[in-house]
């Protein structure tokens, strides 16, 4: 990175970080949000340079001359300073060399920014600067699919700025997504390049195929495929061979010209041309029937604008064959701009070229036949003309429902996008018209970890008649090894059919197709992006029956449009994957918030934001189960921080225009009863009940998904997603999968916080207890083991002196004494015992060991959330109030244990009166821990328990594996627990 002086840095501006990260975020979500290309690029500069505080700002693409190697630049888009002068638009082409920047040019190709002040570049460069009035320049390089695309440049023209490392860096994400939004519209240009590709071929074959006149059939699909592909000229070459030199040449057969485009032969061309004039590798994939383009500097080094009107720029020639032979080409160039046809383009041009064959063939053998026709009626003299004209008639009927069948089967590829209903229902037409039995695609599987794997081919859709079993049930038919088959498999890797009658077929295909009842059977390869895919073929159980040339060739053609309906599919699928991964991604996002923060509540208006924002919706937000605070009914709660909505469409009302909304469930008798049995809704608005309809319309919605949040097997509320456009969207079945997690994400949130606030107020109850026992004592015991301790003392120094003159006296005072001390110490022992009878648990006061542990779950469930059941075992038997007080202190330190630890969502306790024992045993389904760490336990709770049931001679057990839950078991021997009533 190119740095100024350090003597510059005194007129250099500092730009606060937080606003210039704030203008870059704005200008993504333009290019994310705006849908016109243009406007959104504008308006991202806009948002750039207002942030940035910059006089100037623009983007330059950077392309290179193939030819030279040269670096050009041109200017593409920019926003400038009311006020300033707009930068001096450089010529068409402009080398970057005649500017002075080639060492910059380096270091943007490397992917890093340059900045320089207007003193510091060349004297080239400096020139160029001054003329825009431009003080210091920072140069941002555009990286598209890991190469130099382009630029975006930053100004001052007022006073210089050298831009600190961290702003560079946001400026170089602010590129990043720029490059992001020119990758995507190049992606959506494919796209719809593609699908009027299609489209147009398509009305190409309709057309060829509805018109007997082949000269108008032709130029009327040459206009066509011209205009449907925006390419200056269309034509057909047709080959020929010289005389006397027999050399291949192409002759100009038919061609059509765009407007204001002139013909190839006004702009120079000369016709014949020998085939030889063209280099080998263009002309050689033709004679192997592949396609072959090239740009026109490629052969004479001449660039794009120094070259005359009407010559062509790009060329592609698509190989026209005929009765198997290679008969001439489709052509199609591109005088105004360079155009390289992608591989899928390029396998729907020879659909087009296949059709155009065909037509050509068809025309020929019409004419055949009508010579043919016309000898038979004069050896035959009329007499069997009209059987002649019959048969021809047949003929000609058969080909043109081979053709009228396919075209329709196209139709029903291109009309949706369901692939699996498009193919069936292409299988079905090819079926129905073309009389045969079993229609079927196979696909052709490999595992990439085994070295020359031949995989196996796997039969994914089918068609069969009346009558016919179905294939595809039986496993060992479904799926074939294609080592089983080798001479097959060498016919599709080479682009080749295969089948015929079966009787005639070599083994082991003849008896696999007798085994499957097959008379005859015929199979094309499907190619996607030129690579065997796997093969359409058709069967006859009934009548065999052989396909001719033509016939083979309009079932190829249908093949070619099968394998690139299910390559727009796959297409499809990979976006629709990357989709749901940015919502998965966002989920997790608000997971992670909720996870991390002490109160939901908190986090909720990030939630719904992060949640509204990955689905693109209009409005998104939380609502709560509540009673109404007057009639106490139940009601609904949406807070307008706990709602989201679109500043991009601008819905038409928040949900709660004026602060927390009540709104009673029973305005919506369906979706309450959806949201009560933990169903997710999606509707369109127009298709809910009346009461409901209307609940939603009145806020401007056309479809909402309302998704439950269930806390503790109990509703606590929902979250709404809602489209107000006039052609709403529904969620598929995997979004609503992911959001259902972000429901549960929330309830998850909800009842940790819940029971994060029990255990808190547990241990403060048990802090509480702790300080008024050692009040107590200190107030009550140790006051009197004090007065005992001095009476005491009194009595020793009266017993102990030698020197007291009247030892009866010592002896009477000293009684006196021990009296004191003995009322003293009956005292204490009196406050001693009040003290243990108020530590015993009030719960036992009133209820025996069984309620109270059913009432102690009651109140857990009550304040966490948590799902607690009771099993009651055997007759209970009269236990001592020690015996009691320790298994109800064993069961509550359980109790806590699992709130604090486990995670747990089901806690159980059971009591087990089976003499000559009793059993208590809780258990959690919470995350368990590893047996092994038992022995390392030194907290006071568990050491608690195990004391208690020690003390009771008792056993003491714990069983818990990761992820199993625990489960704690007591055993005390009836035997050893004294009885209440002795």
Known sequence: MHKPETTTTSSVDHLPTDRLLGGVAEAARR??????????????????????????????????????????????????????????????????????????????RSGRSVQAIIREPSTQAQTIQAQN??????????????????????????????????????????????????????????????DALLKCVNAA????????????????????????????????????????TDELMFNLHLEWDAPHIPSKTATGGHFP????????????????????????????????????????????????TINGQWWGLLGLDNCIEERVWSE??????????????????????????????RTALIERERAARADELEATNQILLTRDRWLETTAAAANELIATTDVDASVNAALATLGENLECDFVFVRQ????????????????????????????????????????????????????????????????????????????????????????????????????????????????????????SAIDQAEVRRDQAAQEQAKLLSRVAEAANLLLRSTDYT?????????????????????????????SGEPAVNVPPEWEWRSTTTAPAASFSPHGDQLYSWKDGPFLTEQMRLGVVASHLVADLPEADRQLMARQGTTATLFVPITVGQQMWGFIHFDSNQPQPRLYGEAEIAILKVAAESIAAAIARQAQDVALRQSEQAVLDERNRLAREIHDTLAQAFTGVSLQLEVVRGLTNNPNHPDTAASLKQAQAFIRRARDLARQGLSEARRSVHALRSAALETDDLPNALQKVLRQTQRDTGLTTQFHLEGVPLPLSDDCQLNLLRIAQEAIT??????????????????????????????????????????????????????????????????????????????????????
């Open 133 to 194: 009035t431009a003080r210091s320049r920072l140069t941002v390089p555009i990286m598209l699919n890991g190469a130099w695309w382009g630029v975006m440049g930053f100004d001052n023209c007022i006073r210089a700025r050298i831009w600190s490392e961290t702003e560079i860096s946001i400026l170089e994400t602010a590129a990043a997504s720029l490059a992001g939004a020119l990758q995507r519209r190049d992606n959506q240009v494919e796209l719809e390049r593609r």
């Open 205 to 244: 074959t309709q057309c060829l195929v509805a018109n007997d006149n082949l000269a108008v059939a032709l130029l009327a699909t040459l206009k066509i495929l011209g205009e449907g592909t925006q390419q200056s000229r269309a034509y057909i070459l047709r080959n020929s061979q010289a005389t006397p």
């Open 273 to 320: 041309v020998p085939v030889s004039a063209f280099p080998a590798h263009l002309s050689d994939p033709l004679k192997t029937g592949r396609a072959t383009q090239f740009l026109a500097r490629e052969l004479d080094g001449i660039c794009p604008n120094q070259r005359p009107p009407g010559q062509a720029r790009s060329l592609m020639g698509v190989p026209i």
């Open 897 to 982: 244990n699992t709130l604090r630890h486990a995670q747990a969502t089901q806690l159980d306790i059971t009591l087990g009166f089976t003499p000559p024992q009793i059993r208590l045993q809780i258990f959690d389904n919470g995350c368990g821990f590893h047996p092994q760490s038992l022995s390392e336990v030194t907290g006071f709770g568990l050491i608690g328990m195990r004391e208690r049931a020690a003390r009771l001679n008792g056993k003491f057990q714990i069983h818990s594996n990761p992820q199993q839950g625990t489960r704690i078991t007591v055993q005390l021997p009836l035997s050893d627990i004294p009885n209440p009533h002795v």
């Open 31 to 108: 290019l994310l949000a705006i849908t016109d290309f243009e406007i959104a690029v504008n308006l991202a500069l806009e948002a750039i340079a207002t942030a940035a505080g910059i006089d100037r700002i623009y983007v330059m693409e950077n392309p290179i001359i193939p030819s030279t190697g040269a670096d050009v630049t041109n200017c593409l888009y920019e926003w400038t300073l009311p006020g300033m002068h707009q930068i001096s638009p450089p010529p068409t082409d402009f080398l970057i060399s005649d500017g002075g920047f080639d060492n910059g040019v380096q270091v943007l």
């Open 444 to 563: 052709y599987i490999t595992n990439p970890d085994i070295p020359g794997d031949l995989g196996i081919g796997r039969l994914i859709y089918e068609w069969d008649a009346a009558g016919i079993p179905r294939h595809m049930d039986n496993p060992q038919i479904r799926d074939l090894p294609v080592a089983s088959f080798p001479a097959a498999y060498q016919q599709l890797i080479t682009s080749q059919w295969f089948g015929g009658i079966v009787d005639e077929l070599d083994e082991p295909l003849r008896s696999h197709h007798l085994a499957l009842g097959l008379k005859s059977f015929f199979a094309v390869p499907v190619l996607i992006k030129g690579k065997a895919w796997g093969i359409v073929g058709m069967g006859h159980c009934r009548v065999a029956k052989l396909l001719n040339a033509a016939e083979l060739a309009v079932f190829r053609t249908a093949a070619t449009c099968i394998g």
């Open 344 to 373: 899928a383009e390029i396998t729907v041009l020879k659909t087009a070229a296949t059709a155009v064959g065909n037509a050509i063939e068809r025309d020929q053998s019409r004419q055949d036949r009508a010579v043919a026709e």
């Open 602 to 630: 908190s986090v909720f208006p990030q939630v719904v934001r992060l949640l509204g924002e990955a689905v693109e919706c209009d409005r998104c937000g939380i609502g709560q189960d509540v009673p109404h605070p007057i």
